[in-house]
T-cell receptor, first 112, second 112 residues
Framework: SAVISQKPSRDICQRGTSLTIQCQVD?????MFWYRQQPGQSLTLIAT?????????ESGFVIDKFPISRPNLTFSTLTVSNMSPEDSSIYLC?????????FGSGTRLTVV | KQEVTQIPAALSVPEGENLVLNCSFT??????LQWFRQDPGKGLTSLLL?????REQTSGRLNASLDKSSGRSTLYIAASQPGDSATYLC???????????FGPGTRLSVLP
């Protein structure tokens, strides 16, 4: 099954700054997904990232706030821009593996 | 729009009990269903994946069933252990390559 390395695992950031989260997959995957999990909530899809094309964002999420890069079939980044305390969440990336979809270990973001 | 619910929201049991977690989804046209485990502040660990054509999957003490026509899945945990304490998430995928829609989770505590 695909293994995803996600970093950073956690960070505490000042409001108004930006943080870039990286996900590296150990095999080539067509699509990667970025999710957000707000405190006490389940996962919500932010966007779907295909290699070579712009990411597709879900309602309520915009590219200016959450720019995504997908430069090749094994790597993707999500940037959380101009952060506010409301952005404090766990962010997870996902990709299809051999036995179902696998997830990165998550990035726990706290904005102060 | 697909909606996923999970019952109960929380469950506390003594060690050794067999238990059942329930998942319901509103749209039976799914590609697959996957059960995940999430430890506090962590990412997701895949437990069992059931394709839409399958009725159940087993792994060790875990058994997941799927009744697509009624929009239900159950996760059965046999002989529960304190190490099983976590949040269990059910997620469905409508079509191959699409994102998951997650349920809110069941928070399980197994008491020694």
């Amino acid at each position: 099954s695909a293994v995803i390395s996600q970093k950073p695992s956690r960070d505490i950031c000042q409001r108004g700054t930006s943080l870039t989260i990286q996900c590296q997959v150990d095999s080539q995957v067509t699509m990667m997904f970025w999710y957000r999990q707000q405190p006490g909530q389940s996962l919500t899809l932010i966007a779907t990232a295909n290699q070579g094309s712009e990411a597709t964002y879900e309602s309520g999420f915009v590219i200016d706030k959450f720019p995504i890069s997908r430069p090749n079939l094994t790597f993707s980044t999500l940037t959380v821009s101009n952060m506010s305390p409301e952005d404090s969440s766990i962010y997870l990336c996902s990709a299809e593996g051999t036995h179902g979809y696998t997830f990165g270990s998550g990035t726990r973001l706290t904005v102060v | 729009k697909q909606e996923v619910t999970q019952i109960p929201a929380a469950l506390s049991v003594p060690e050794g009990e067999n238990l059942v977690l329930n998942c319901s989804f509103t749209d039976s046209a799914i590609y697959n269903l996957q059960w995940f485990r999430q430890d506090p502040g962590k990412g997701l660990t895949s437990l069992l994946l059931i394709q839409s054509s399958q009725r159940e999957q087993t792994s060790g003490r875990l058994n997941a069933s799927l009744d697509k026509s009624s929009g239900r899945s159950t996760l059965y945990i046999a002989a529960s252990q304190p190490g099983d304490s976590a949040t269990y998430l059910c997620a469905v995928m409508r079509r191959y390559g699409q994102n998951f829609v997650f349920g809110p989770g069941t928070r399980l505590s197994v008491l020694p």
